[in-house]
């Protein structure tokens, strides 16, 4: 978010107000790689080395066997496995169900659209915890405690109320006139959703996609309230047990989590390159 | 091919904006009706309800013998271009003209072969395989008419197609426009708020203010025998000279007077005060106004020329009151406003005349128009146009 931030804003116009966004970024950027490279220095340590002060940011003794070793000291792709049970269908569904949602938002003309798009603007700003309990009871009386069925279901069901701001925010700068056109040549709402819309929303529809992907990979608390059988287990509560049974191996701790960390990585990566492309691609700026 | 009428058609919006009330008419098989009007009047709604995408408060659209005020804009057979084209950018020329044959589920040969055809008609061949984006403002025109003409639809709408171009483009599209329209055959409705595109490109043009038809005539009959004060002031550049007259009584006749040149009115004048309209073409220096019945003339102070090369326009003020034409929110067109009045004259560059000199300017009476001073409508006969030309092929 940070990075998209400063690539999106404003130009600031004079010398000193370029200069203090350049120290700006740089303390954010360190301030995000810091404990990043603590990380991966001490996924590289002997278990004895962690802590010694001062921090040793170049490991004196590398071991590159801190890896291989993490991936077997827990069942480190069963929950691997599990996160991406959980994490494929969620975006899939948030992107699907967003994007018709918005584009209901964006060019459909009924009574009482607007009202209800408040609606859902005012639920962007409703903090998660506040929904969490009677959510839990709702599932709970669904029987659904215990499964992935919590997690996955509700991103079937509209893909979340910022996704569908985004989105539809995106369809708008869409000149309606392209949908009238192919009204006029006899495609329905679907088609025009599919061959205009979806074809020229690729940035928006990218973002939306590896944030809620983000998102629900790195999820904790989720998981931590709806599941109860470890071998259902996601990532983000699988690499506790480096600290329960081992009494915290920090080195192993690291490794495992760099490597939950990578398909993150890989996504920015791509959504970026998808970003750009579709700016390009439309041709609009 | 068919024809389209609008019968009691009005639009109201849900802010409350009227943007048509009671509009009747009706655009015959294969003809090509401009509809003109300034900014806001409501052109773009008819098109808008005659293609479907807007529903008429109230009143009935009906195609070819088919009533369609209730029929989705997919199954009305017609086609729209709009001022800003409406090309998709993600497209290539070559698929964006294939787009409205794709709803018609038509074989991928069958659209590669009528994509091609359309595209030699109109020269853009060249350009298939690239995107809107790199092409000029002329090229996306031609692209947008060829998405209208691949589905060959009974009737096209164009919003303001030439807004977007420049002047000289302008010109030439215009008489591409024409051709185009004599070649397909089919009917078209063109929205212009351009007085000579609508004159230049319509068989007939219907002028429209606020919501409200004025008129509705072959372009050479509105422009010669304005229906209302608005069209007489709205057609023109310069516009005609709307000035306030008293009816007088010469001769056993009544004529309309102002200054030295006398007005003869046609039969069955009630009023005390009426309209004179007169271009500024029909007036000029004596001697240089060839062959017109000119009336004496009278003597004025020149305030001010513009050269326009064959002629040059001429401001001076008359003692009478002007009749001014208003652009805002009232439902009266006009008001009178003080004297004097600065009238506009059109003469022969030839005749050197510098500003401030005194001149005598004639009128060509017989040209006058007269309206009712009230409700701004035309006073007397309308003369049908002739179809004879009155000068005689040699
Ligand atoms: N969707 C709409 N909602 C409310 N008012 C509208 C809408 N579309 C057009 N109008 C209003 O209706 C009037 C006629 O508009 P329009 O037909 O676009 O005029 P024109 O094409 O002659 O410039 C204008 O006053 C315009 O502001
Ligand atoms: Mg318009």
Same mark, same amino acid.
């Given at each position: 978010?940070?990075?998209?931030?400063?690539?999106?804003?404003?130009?600031?116009?004079?010398?000193?107000?370029?200069?203090?966004?350049?120290?700006?970024?740089?303390?954010?950027?360190?301030?995000?790689? &810091?404990?990043?490279?603590?990380?991966?220095?001490? %996924?590289?340590?002997?278990?004895?080395?962690?802590?010694?002060?001062?921090?040793?940011?170049?490991?004196?003794?590398?071991?590159?066997?801190?890896?291989?070793?993490?991936?077997?000291?827990?069942?480190?792709?069963?929950?691997?496995?599990?996160?991406?049970?959980?994490?494929?269908?969620?975006?899939?569904?948030?992107?699907?169900?967003?994007?018709?949602?918005?584009?209901?938002?964006?060019?459909?003309?009924?009574?009482?659209?607007?009202?209800?798009?408040?609606?859902?603007?005012?639920?962007?700003?409703?903090?998660?915890?506040?929904?969490?309990?009677?959510?839990?009871?709702?599932?709970?009386?669904?029987?659904?405690?215990?499964?992935?069925?919590?997690?996955?279901?509700?991103?079937?069901?509209?893909?979340? #109320?910022?996704?569908?701001?985004?989105?539809?925010?995106?369809?708008?700068?869409?000149?309606?006139?392209?949908?009238?056109?192919?009204?006029?040549?006899?495609?329905?709402?679907?088609?025009?959703?599919?061959?205009?819309?979806?074809?020229?929303?690729?940035?928006?529809?990218?973002?939306?996609?590896?944030?809620?992907?983000?998102?629900?990979?790195?999820?904790?608390?989720?998981?931590?309230?709806?599941?109860?059988?470890?071998?259902?287990?996601?990532?983000?509560?699988?690499?506790?047990?480096?600290?329960?049974?081992?009494?915290?191996?920090?080195?192993?701790?690291?490794?495992? %989590?760099? &490597?939950?960390?990578?398909?993150?990585?890989?996504?920015?990566?791509?959504?970026?390159? #998808?970003?750009?492309?579709?700016?390009?691609?439309?041709?609009?700026? | 091919?068919?024809?389209?009428?609008?019968?009691?058609?009005?639009?109201?919006?849900?802010?409350?904006?009227?943007?048509?009330?009671?509009?009747?008419?009706?655009?015959? +098989?294969?003809?090509?009706?401009?509809?003109?009007?300034?900014?806001?009047?409501?052109?773009?709604?008819?098109?808008?309800?005659?293609?479907?995408?807007?529903?008429?408060?109230?009143?009935?659209?009906?195609?070819? +013998?088919?009533?369609?005020?209730?029929?989705?804009?997919?199954?009305?057979?017609?086609?729209?271009?709009?001022?800003?084209?409406?090309?998709?950018?993600?497209?290539?020329?070559?698929?964006?003209?294939?787009?409205?044959?794709?709803?018609?589920?038509?074989?991928?040969?069958?659209?590669?072969?009528?994509?091609?055809?359309?595209?030699?008609?109109?020269?853009?061949?060249?350009?298939?395989?690239?995107?809107?984006?790199?092409?000029?403002?002329?090229?996306?025109?031609?692209?947008?008419?060829?998405?209208?003409?691949?589905?060959?639809?009974?009737?096209?709408?164009?919003?303001?197609?030439?807004?977007?171009?420049?002047?000289?483009?302008?010109?030439?599209?215009?008489?591409?426009?024409?051709?185009?329209?004599?070649?397909?055959?089919?009917?078209?409705?063109?929205?212009?708020?351009?007085?000579?595109?609508?004159?230049?490109?319509?068989?007939?043009?219907?002028?429209?203010?606020?919501?409200?038809?004025?008129?509705?005539?072959?372009?050479?009959?509105?422009?010669?025998?304005?229906?209302?004060?608005?069209?007489?002031?709205?057609?023109?550049?310069?516009?005609?000279?709307?000035?306030?007259?008293?009816?007088?009584?010469?001769?056993?006749?009544?004529?309309?007077?102002?200054?030295?040149?006398?007005?003869?009115?046609?039969?069955?004048?009630?009023?005390?005060?009426?309209?004179?309209?007169?271009?500024?073409?029909?007036?000029?220096?004596?001697?240089?106004?060839?062959?017109?019945?000119?009336?004496?003339?009278?003597?004025?102070?020149?305030?001010?020329?513009?050269?326009?090369?064959?002629?040059?326009?001429?401001?001076?003020?008359?003692?009478?009151?002007?009749?001014?034409?208003?652009?805002?929110?009232?439902?009266?067109?006009?008001?009178?406003?003080?004297?004097?009045?600065?009238?506009?004259? !059109?003469? +022969?560059?030839?005749?050197?005349? !510098?500003?401030?000199?005194?001149?005598?300017?004639?009128? +060509?009476?017989?040209?006058?128009?007269?309206?009712?001073?009230?409700?701004?409508?035309?006073?007397?006969?309308?003369?049908?146009?002739?179809?004879?030309?009155?000068?005689?092929?040699?």
């Amino acid at each position: 978010m940070t990075a998209s931030a400063v690539v999106l804003g404003p130009r600031p116009s004079g010398r000193w107000a370029r200069r203090l966004s350049a120290v700006i970024i740089v303390a954010g950027v360190v301030a995000v790689l &810091l404990p990043l490279a603590w990380m991966l220095s001490t %996924s590289l340590k002997p278990e004895s080395q962690v802590f010694r002060s001062p921090i040793e940011w170049i490991p004196s003794t590398f071991r590159v066997e801190n890896y291989s070793e993490a991936v077997t000291l827990i069942p480190f792709w069963r929950y691997a496995l599990n996160s991406l049970i959980v994490t494929v269908p969620v975006v899939i569904g948030t992107v699907l169900t967003s994007t018709a949602v918005a584009y209901a938002f964006a060019r459909m003309r009924a009574p009482g659209l607007r009202p209800l798009f408040f609606l859902v603007i005012a639920a962007i700003m409703l903090p998660a915890e506040v929904t969490l309990v009677p959510s839990f009871l709702l599932f709970k009386e669904l029987g659904w405690v215990g499964t992935y069925s919590p997690l996955i279901v509700p991103a079937w069901l509209g893909g979340g #109320a910022f996704n569908i701001f985004l989105l539809r925010q995106y369809f708008l700068t869409i000149p309606r006139e392209q949908d009238e056109l192919a009204r006029v040549e006899g495609h329905s709402f679907l088609s025009i959703l599919l061959r205009v819309i979806i074809p020229q929303s690729w940035p928006a529809i990218s973002v939306v996609a590896a944030l809620t992907f983000v998102d629900v990979w790195n999820d904790f608390l989720g998981p931590l309230i709806y599941l109860t059988d470890q071998k259902l287990y996601t990532l983000p509560l699988g690499l506790n047990f480096y600290k329960d049974i081992y009494n915290t191996q920090w080195a192993h701790f690291m490794a495992a %989590s760099l &490597l939950a960390l990578l398909p993150c990585i890989v996504i920015f990566f791509l959504a970026q390159r #998808a970003f750009t492309q579709g700016v390009v691609l439309t041709g609009r700026r | 091919m068919a024809a389209i009428s609008l019968t009691g058609v009005s639009k109201t919006f849900t802010d409350g904006t009227v943007a048509i009330a009671g509009l009747t008419l009706e655009i015959g +098989d294969g003809e090509l009706l401009a509809v003109l009007g300034p900014s806001g009047c409501g052109k773009s709604t008819v098109l808008r309800i005659v293609a479907g995408l807007e529903v008429p408060t109230e009143g009935q659209v009906a195609i070819g +013998d088919q009533v369609v005020t209730e029929v989705a804009p997919g199954a009305r057979d017609l086609a729209i271009v709009f001022q800003d084209y409406a090309l998709y950018p993600h497209l290539t020329v070559f698929d964006n003209m294939a787009f409205p044959l794709k709803a018609k589920r038509m074989k991928r040969r069958a659209i590669d072969q009528r994509v091609r055809e359309v595209a030699a008609l109109l020269g853009i061949e060249a350009l298939l395989h690239r995107r809107p984006r790199a092409l000029s403002g002329g090229e996306r025109q031609r692209v947008a008419m060829g998405r209208a003409i691949v589905r060959s639809p009974s009737a096209f709408l164009m919003d303001e197609p030439l807004s977007n171009l420049d002047a000289k483009l302008r010109v030439q599209l215009r008489s591409e426009i024409r051709t185009l329209h004599r070649e397909l055959g089919a009917t078209f409705l063109y929205v212009t708020h351009d007085q000579t595109e609508a004159l230049t490109i319509g068989d007939r043009v219907a002028v429209m203010r606020r919501g409200r038809l004025q008129q509705v005539d072959d372009p050479q009959q509105v422009y010669d025998f304005p229906a209302n004060l608005f069209v007489a002031g709205f057609i023109g550049t310069p516009p005609m000279n709307l000035l306030l007259a008293p009816v007088e009584q010469e001769k056993g006749h009544q004529v309309a007077r102002v200054g030295n040149w006398r007005f003869p009115l046609p039969e069955g004048v009630q009023a005390s005060e009426i309209v004179v309209g007169i271009r500024p073409e029909h007036l000029g220096v004596p001697g240089f106004l060839h062959g017109y019945e000119s009336s004496s003339a009278q003597e004025v102070t020149v305030l001010e020329t513009e050269t326009l090369g064959s002629v040059s326009l001429l401001h001076f003020p008359i003692e009478v009151r002007p009749v001014l034409l208003r652009d805002d929110a009232s439902s009266s067109s006009f008001v009178v406003g003080d004297s004097p009045t600065v009238v506009i004259a !059109a003469a +022969d560059a030839q005749a050197r005349i !510098a500003a401030g000199s005194r001149v005598a300017i004639a009128a +060509d009476v017989s040209r006058a128009r007269f309206f009712d001073a009230q409700t701004g409508a035309a006073v007397g006969q309308r003369r049908p146009v002739s179809t004879t030309p009155c000068v005689k092929a040699l």
